[in-house]
C-alpha cells in the first residue's frame, strides 16, 4: 500500500501560518493571516500617528522619523514582513511553485499584484512535493 504516514494528514497551527515557511496553505487562511498582519501594522502606525506632536498631515510624516521616534518599529517590521514572507511562500508551494518567486514580493508593485495573485489562484488538488493537501507539510517519521 502506498498511504501517507500517519502524522501527515495533521493540520498546522496558528504558529506554523505564521513562522514557519515549511508546507502549503490554501487561501482562506491565507487571507486570515494577512489581514492579522495588517491589523498589527495599522496599530502601530496609528499609535504613532496618535504620538506625534500636533496634528501631522500626510505630507508631513517621515518614515524615517518614525523609526526615529520609536525604536521597536524596525524589529517589528521585520517580524511582519518574515510572517508576510512565509505565508507567500506557502501560498506558493499550495499552487505547485517554487517557493523562491516569494523574492519577488520584495519588488515594488509588484508584491501587491502577487498577493492578490497569490489570494486568488485555487489550491493544487491532492498531494504534491510540498505537501499532501492544503494547510499540511510533509511529517518525517
Known amino acids: 500500500m502506498n498511504t501517507p504516514p500517519p502524522s501527515a494528514n495533521v493540520t ?7 513562522l514557519s515557511p515549511i508546507g502549503r496553505i490554501s487561501r ?12 498589527v501594522f495599522a496599530i502601530a502606525i496609528r499609535i504613532w500617528w496618535l504620538s506625534a506632536p500636533g496634528t501631522p ?22 517580524v511582519l514582513q518574515w510572517f508576510e514572507l512565509a ?6 508551494q499550495d499552487i505547485g511553485q517554487s517557493g523562491l518567486l516569494a523574492l519577488l514580493i520584495f519588488v515594488p ?18 498531494a504534491n512535493r510540498h505537501g499532501p493537501l ?4 510533509w511529517r518525517k517519521r
Open 109 to 126: 508593485f509588484v508584491n501587491l499584484i502577487m498577493l492578490i495573485v497569490l489570494g486568488v489562484v485555487p489550491s493544487q488538488a491532492g
Open 28 to 39: 482562506q487562511p491565507y487571507w486570515l493571516c494577512f489581514v492579522i498582519v495588517w491589523i
Open 57 to 78: 498631515t500626510p505630507e508631513d510624516l517621515i518614515a524615517g522619523e518614525y523609526v526615529g521616534t520609536n525604536p521597536l518599529f524596525p524589529v517589528l517590521f521585520l
Open 12 to 18: 498546522p497551527g496558528p504558529l506554523w501560518a505564521l
Open 134 to 137: 492544503p494547510n499540511s507539510y
Open 87 to 92: 505565508l507567500v511562500i506557502k501560498r506558493l
